[in-house]
Each structure stands twice: as C-alpha cells, then as structure tokens.
C-alpha cells in the first residue's frame, strides 16, 4: 500500500497528490510516469509525474476526476492508501541526457495545456536546478482551470499565461501566444508541449512553420503501461511505436495525431457502460444491464 501523504484541490475537478512512494522518488526522472491503482479491484491509470522528492520518499501526481477509474484516485483522502503505485515507467526526457555545456547553449520553451501543465513542472524544476531557466507557456480554459501558476514562477525563466476567455493573461490559444513572443523576438532552440491532443497537434503545427524541434507526451494514450495491450499504439515516423514502452515522448512532428486522436475514442463506450454500473451501485441498485459480473 502507498499511503497518501496530502492531498489538495488545484481547480475544479482537478487533485494533486503526493503519495509516500520511496523506491520510485528515487528513481524517478523528468519524462516519466507511474501506474497507479485505488483499490485491488482498481483499473491500472497510467499518470505522469509531477514532481518527486528523494529524500522525502515521495512522489506528487495530478488526477483529473474524469471516468469511473479516477474519480475512484480522487475520492481518497490524505491518510487513505493506493493499492498499487508502479514505476518509474517510459524514457525520461531527452535533455536529462545532455551535458552541462548543451544544456546552457539551449534555449527551451515548455507549453502546458490543461492537466498537462502539472507533468511540464519536474521538467522546468529539473532544467532550473541545473542551470538552464526555460521560458513556459501555460493554457487553460479561464483563470478558474489555471494550475502550478505560482510553482512555475519560481523555476522558469518568464512564464506566460494564455486563458481562452482572457480572465488571465494573454486572450487566446497558446500556439497564438508563442507566434506573439517569436514575432517579437524570442529563439527558441526546442518546445516541449504537454496537454490535450489537438493542443499539441496544433503547437506541433505550429512549430513546424518556424522549423523548431517539438516533444509531445502521449501519455494519455496508455491503458496497460507495459506493451502488453497494444492500446497505445501510435504511427511515429511512418513507424508503429507503443507510447508507453518507447515514450511517452516523441518527436512531435513526425506524430500522426489523427489517429492517435481516434484511438484515444476507442474506449469511449466501454467507458459509458462502466459509468453505469458506478452509477446503479451509488443508488444501492443491483445493475440490470447484464454488464455486472
């Protein structure tokens, strides 16, 4: 069992965690993600790293309370206990790989859309702490949905704020915000873009105008987390990769982010039918819907 250490509310919908998990804290590298389950009976939700911390033996994750699986993760309190926390799964980022001298010639702009602004911060934390101070783009909703604001501040070199409502900071999308600060100037070396789907089919887009190296995170692709299912399959390249044993980071622009967007509505129904039986069992109703077994 992995006991949860705190637990708070970031917005609407959307938990942060920091779960007592010594072996991965370790371990664990920019890039990376855990397997996570609430109970014994528990779906496998695969979950991008937050943050980590060695020495307390503990890693922080972010749930969205979106399908029957991660309601159930974000129904639990601090105190209670994960069944299962496995990792670190997947690469971590590539630039953990360079050396000193490569990483300071690099200029870095991270772009977090949504839940996928929580993983980009042990990116820029670990850029930060070895000397590099990216420039970071986060995109939400309105001021509302904005998470890791204030963390971000405190490791990026100049963080920017895109809400689609103009509640906070700039009014629009974040590829039209990243077309505003290279218009006036700013070079970029690479972008790391982490969010929903068509975000980063679009930064992808984007950045290929300007010829600038992109890394997207398919994590949300993934169901088994081990290449066993075949679920996450993605073309890469004119290749078939599994997201989960060769990512979750990829070279953006060789991503085909149509199909990965129709597999991502494979288990659409499946869902449905799984938030029915949830539904029929908070009543106190036996399921009739011949799906219950």
Known sequence: ?????????????????????????????????????????????????????????SVTIVTQAIGVSTRKICALEAGDALADFAGPLGHPSEFVR??????????????????????VYPQVKWLHEHGVDADVIIGA?????????????????????????GSEGFKGLVTQLLEKLIAEGRRYDECVAIGPMIMMKFVALTTRKYGLKTTVSLNALMVDGTG??????????????????????????????????????????????????????????????????
């Open 1 to 57: 069992m992995y006991p949860i250490l705190e637990k708070r509310c970031l917005a609407p919908g959307i938990w942060l965690m920091k779960v007592e998990a010594p072996r991965v804290a370790r371990a664990a590298l920019p890039g990376q993600f855990v397997i996570v389950r609430a109970d014994e009976c528990g779906e496998r939700v695969p979950l991008t790293i937050a943050d980590f911390d060695a020495a307390q033996g």
């Open 98 to 119: 360079l050396s000193p001298e490569e990483l300071c010639r690099r200029r870095y702009v991270f772009i977090g859309g949504g839940v996928g602004t929580a993983p």
């Open 141 to 165: 909703k309105n001021r509302e949905m904005l998470i890791y604001a204030d963390e971000m501040r405190a490791v990026a070199g100049n963080l920017h704020i895109a809400t689609d409502d």
């Open 228 to 293: 066993m299912c075949g679920a996450c399959r993605v073309t890469v390249g004119g290749r078939t990769r599994f997201t989960c044993v060769d990512g979750p980071e990829f070279d953006a622009h060789e991503v085909d982010f149509d199909e990965a967007m129709r597999r991502q509505g494979m288990y659409r129904s499946q869902e449905q039918r799984a938030a029915a039986i949830a539904a029929e069992r908070a009543a106190g109703h036996q399921c009739k819907i011949g799906l219950d077994k």
